[in-house]
């Protein structure tokens, strides 16, 4: 079911098999880890700051060892080859340029340290800062650069010396917005032109979304879903993934009946509504159903609906390209609806009665996360 | 009505302070402030001033000063002072050398005199008093007949060259002693004689010294500072209080203890001779070993500070890059991480290399006579001999020697700042 890129080949690249991970021996950093990554692709591991996503890049890596289970690279074990002998790329989160070396300096690094013939490396220094448009910098130290560049150069340190698979360790976590946006874009080319495997870690889901793949939502040391960018959107496997990409609007209910790919649920308001059963249990336990904003239709667009409710308008927020509508549906429970300006007729106010159709195909009925 | 009248005020104001430039207005509204900050730094300024300037540089000058001759016979001293130093002084001159010494006659300003002329030429004080003794001459003699009858002496140009010489103000006389050189009697620098030459072997067993001790801190501070930033808080912290914990402790009763412990008694000796390594107990003491054991421990923490400092912020990240980028733990460390190290390395090199330069109560009391350092030597001569101008002859090469380090450190440093805000 994921969507696959063009240059994204089938082959496993390095894959993790039942891989765990443990600091003090209580709890489990990394749970049960199994990822295949593919050769080519790029993966972003995406999930909130103590997920085990970066444990999971730092044992790729080499500077975490398992505590259980098998890390392979192009079928061999790598376990407990140290990281010096990986020949992996690595991009870290400030960087990491020798301040003490001008930028050349720190490109001929790692092809001085694999002894490379002197005018190999200078070729490869050129070409390296040629590919990310800094060839007039050289002679810089990193401190002279602005963050964008010194986020470039590190990108050119960890591709300079070829490896076939680069990590990235929340890179553009220290640029402000705009560059962030710019920058997304230009990795995105550049491993679209290498061929590459690159596994990139991020906190930010737009970030994600917009470069990768597929994308591997981490929560709590366990890969809850992976999938391209659309999957992962449309049809979230569980109700973390539904509540963490993106906006939703989720109600508690129990699962009333259960037809193949349909099903009902009766939400706490004694109301039923049709929804598509994506990761629920037995009927009869309870279920969380969550419906994106935009895909709520309002007034006569929801004649045709499954789910049809009537509501009152709480607030309207104006933001542009699209008005945020806060809707009242009775019994303290409310829904976000985004409506396009170009579809929102003019007479919306506050206090204004209103028909909202939910259509029972992007109602997706899940089971509730566990708490603990 | 009160608004308005401001207003009005303020507008006239205004068009006066617009005319002045900006600078001059800037530097009004700043001068309240800096006469601020001058009368708070003022008390520290003066304390400084009395206490450590003007002293040291009074000290300092006693090594070219020259009062003795100019103070015993002043009038010599000038008349003199224009003469050219061939052949003899003319008679004016030998006039007023004769008149003056006979009225100086059993002063203790001649006495002094004669004592310094003594320095620079053995037996001139014998001659100054024998003459003294013997005026005034007979009336109506030749002033320079009746001298050279008194003692042949007065007849030769050198006794007077060195009169000369010794009656001028400022003198070079303890500077060049210091590094081992003179002034022979025709003016011309030389070295001094084997049995006299003792400086230039001190200056350089200073430094030598002082060099091996800066070396043991590295060594040994430098893996501990590194220690110190790796840990985790709560045992550096522990860590670091048993670094400082030297400073609490007289140096007096630390070096005391270091010869209880090294003496050939002590506790270090029995314990070798307890566990069979050794049969003769080991000289640890009263040697240059002892000087440099106990030097080093009491300098260690100067030396681990400023790298902890340094290293502290040193962010581990970068030993991980460069292994990611290929490079073995090792050569990362040594590639990478050192380099960084090296303004701490520098700082608390020169720290411990300048204290050491200084050190006296530890040789002084661990070492032998072969491991006195300069500062030996410079309180000798003030507290013994009393001779003022050779202890500031010393002082002022040993501080001339420590402020030629200071820039030629501060320079590297500049450029570590000036790469470090290029960057």
């Known amino acids: 079911m994921a969507a696959q890129s063009g240059s994204t080949g089938q082959e496993a690249h390095v894959t993790f098999t039942r891989v765990q991970k443990t600091y003090d021996g209580e709890t489990l950093i990394v749970r049960d880890l199994n990822l295949e990554i593919r050769r080519g692709e790029f993966l972003t591991l995406l999930g909130p700051s103590g997920s085990g996503k970066t444990t999971c890049l730092m044992m790729l890596a080499g500077f975490e060892t398992p505590t259980s289970g098998e890390i392979r690279v192009g079928g061999t074990v790598i376990n407990k080859v140290p990281p010096h002998r990986r020949n992996i790329g690595m991009v870290f989160q400030n960087y990491a340029l020798f301040p003490h070396m001008t930028v050349a300096e720190n490109l001929r690094f790692p092809l001085s340290v694999r002894k490379l013939p002197a005018a190999d490396i200078d070729a490869k220094v050129k070409r390296a800062l040629a590919m990310v448009r800094l060839e007039a910098f050289g002679n810089r130290y990193p401190q002279q650069l602005s963050g964008g560049q010194q986020q470039r150069i590190a990108l050119a340190r960890a591709l300079v010396f070829e490896p076939e698979l680069v990590l990235m360790d929340e890179p553009l976590g220290a640029l402000d917005k705009q560059l962030r946006e710019h920058m997304q874009i230009e990795i995105k080319h550049l491993h679209d032109s290498l061929g590459i495997t690159f596994v990139f870690v991020t906190h930010d889901q737009g970030e994600a979304l917009t470069m990768s793949d597929r994308i591997a939502v981490f929560d709590r040391g366990e890969i809850q879903q992976i999938d391209s960018a659309e999957c992962l959107y449309e049809e979230p496997a569980n109700a973390f993934v539904a509540g963490f990409i993106g906006e939703s609007n989720t109600f508690q209910g129990t699962l009333l009946e259960r037809n193949g790919d349909a099903c009902a649920v009766r939400l706490p308001s004694g109301a039923v509504v049709q929804a598509r059963a994506a990761d629920v249990g037995d009927v009869g336990s309870s279920a969380v159903v969550s419906v994106r904003p935009e895909r709520i239709v309002l007034n006569g667009a929801s004649a045709g609906c499954e789910n049809r409710f009537s509501a009152k308008v709480k607030e309207l927020i104006y933001q542009g390209d699209h008005v945020r509508v806060q809707l009242d549906l009775g019994n303290q429970s409310s829904l976000m609806v985004k409506a396009p300006i170009s579809q929102l007729s003019h007479e919306l106010r506050p206090e204004q009665p209103i028909e909202v159709g939910i259509p029972a195909a992007h109602l997706r009925a899940l089971a509730p996360t566990p708490s603990a | ?423």
């Open chain 2, 1 to 423: 009505m009160t608004a308005t009248t401001l207003t009005a005020s303020d507008a006239a104001a205004a068009p006066d302070e617009r005319t002045l430039p900006l600078k001059t207005r800037l530097q009004r509204a700043e001068r309240r402030k800096k006469l601020l900050h001058l009368a708070l730094i003022a008390p520290l300024a003066v304390f400084l001033l009395l206490t450590f300037l003007w002293p040291i540089g009074a000290l300092l000058k006693r090594s070219v000063d020259n009062p003795e001759v100019v103070g015993g016979l002043p009038a010599t001293a000038a008349a003199l002072a224009h003469w050219n130093g061939q052949g003899l002084p003319p008679a004016s001159a030998l006039a007023v050398f004769v008149k003056e010494m006979e009225g100086a006659r059993g002063s203790t300003e001649l006495a002094s005199a004669a004592k310094r002329l003594n320095t620079e030429m053995t037996g001139y004080r014998s001659l100054i008093m024998k003459t003294a003794r013997s005026l005034p001459l007979p009336d109506g003699s030749n002033l320079q007949e009746g001298l050279a009858a008194i003692d042949p002496r007065w007849g030769e140009t050198r006794t007077w060259q060195v009169m000369a010489r010794a009656g001028q103000p400022y003198t070079s006389y303890y500077l060049l002693a210091a590094l081992d050189h003179a002034v022979d009697a025709d003016g011309a620098i030389v070295a001094a004689t084997e049995d006299q030459a003792i400086y230039l072997d001190v200056l350089g067993r200073t430094f030598w010294m002082s060099l091996v001790v800066t070396l043991c801190c590295l060594v040994l501070g430098f893996p501990l500072a590194y220690l110190l930033t790796s840990l985790p808080t709560r045992s550096s912290n522990l860590l670091m209080i048993l670094v400082l914990l030297p400073f609490w402790t007289s140096i007096l009763v630390r070096v005391a203890s270091w010869i209880v412990l090294l003496q050939s008694g002590g506790l270090v000796n029995q314990a070798l001779q307890a566990l069979g390594l050794i049969d003769e107990p080991l000289q640890l003491v009263f040697n240059r070993l002892g000087v440099y054991i106990a030097m080093t421990h009491i300098l260690l923490p100067f030396m681990i500070l400023p790298l902890y400092s340094v290293m502290k912020g040193i962010s581990p990240i970068y030993l991980r890059a460069a292994q990611s980028l290929g490079c073995p733990p090792f050569q990362s460390f040594w590639k990478v991480y050192f380099p960084q190290t090296l303004p701490g390395v520098f700082a608390g090199s020169l720290l411990v290399f300048i204290l050491s330069m200084g050190y006296y109560i530890t040789p002084a009391l661990l070492g032998g006579p072969q491991e006195q350092m300069a500062s030996y030597f410079i309180a000798f001569y003030t507290n013994e001999t009393i001779n003022w101008g050779m202890a500031a002859a010393l002082s002022t090469v040993l501080l001339g020697a420590t402020l030629l380090l200071y820039v030629v450190y501060s320079r590297y440093a500049g450029q570590g700042r000036n790469a470090a805000k290029a960057r």
